[in-house]
């Protein structure tokens, strides 16, 4: 049976990995630790800041540490939801400065459409925050993208590569496991998701790797475009 809903990973998947490695992250160390100073204050910074502290054991008035703590995750590619929430706001900064667009790959929102039209609901779940992913897909090199999806999901319903996550997500969107269909590069990702039953499939994107898929064996259906994915068959 079709499923009723997609859900969507972003890295490696809608969009290339390199986009958010090397104009992102960059942008971000960059100018983070400046923005923090200047916004320390502000509520949405703040509460950040604050989170951060209590996780950290980090005094909030040591502004310097809670910086480069940032800093030190930053380099450490880790999820944490302070650091997402904070990159995303530097993020924003310069999407609106124009200084960069977020890249799609070609194949991807005539199929989102295509998706769509026929009833699908359609999901992001990234480790980026959900801020983070509206503004990818507002600033998008295919322009304004935000109204395919019917919601955006981050680290908040837990880390992507533990079931319970994915159980998460099934009882937030309400449709049974088996009607939902899960779209991620990362195999552990689409374990954790069919661990709970949702349906799967593995973008695979030469462009990222240089992978053959021919060569790979998985449990998941792999494809290496968006044209290559058929509900029909899964």
């Known amino acids: 049976m079709k499923p009723i809903a997609i859900v969507t990973d972003i890295e490696g998947t809608t969009s290339s990995i390199r986009f958010v490695r090397d104009i992102l992250f960059v942008y971000a160390d960059q100018f983070l630790p400046d923005f923090i100073r200047k916004h320390k204050e502000e509520r949405d910074v703040a509460r950040q800041l604050r989170s951060l502290s209590e996780n950290t054991g980090i005094p909030l008035k040591n502004t310097e540490a809670l910086i480069e703590q940032l800093r030190k995750w930053m380099r450490e590619d880790n999820k944490s939801t302070e650091l997402k929430a904070l990159q995303g706001m530097v993020w924003e900064m310069g999407y609106q400065r124009g200084e960069y667009q977020a890249h799609i790959y070609p194949d991807v929102p005539d199929k989102l459409r295509e998706w769509q039209d026929a009833g699908i609901n359609l999901y992001v779940y990234s480790s980026g925050s959900e801020k983070a992913q509206r503004l990818f897909f507002r600033y998008s090199v295919f322009g304004d ?26 009882d937030w969107i309400a449709l049974p496991p088996a009607d939902i269909l899960f779209l991620s590069d990362v195999e552990a990702e689409l374990d954790a998701a069919a661990a709970v039953g949702i349906k799967t499939v593995w973008v695979l994107r030469p462009q990222e790797s240089g992978t053959d898929i021919t060569k790979l064996r998985s449990k998941h259906p792999m494809v290496t475009s968006f044209k290559d994915i058929n509900l029909e068959a899964l």
């Open 145 to 170: 993208l935000r109204l395919l999806f019917a919601g955006h999901f981050d680290t908040s319903i837990g880390p992507k590569q533990d079931p319970q996550s994915y159980q998460n997500l099934v």
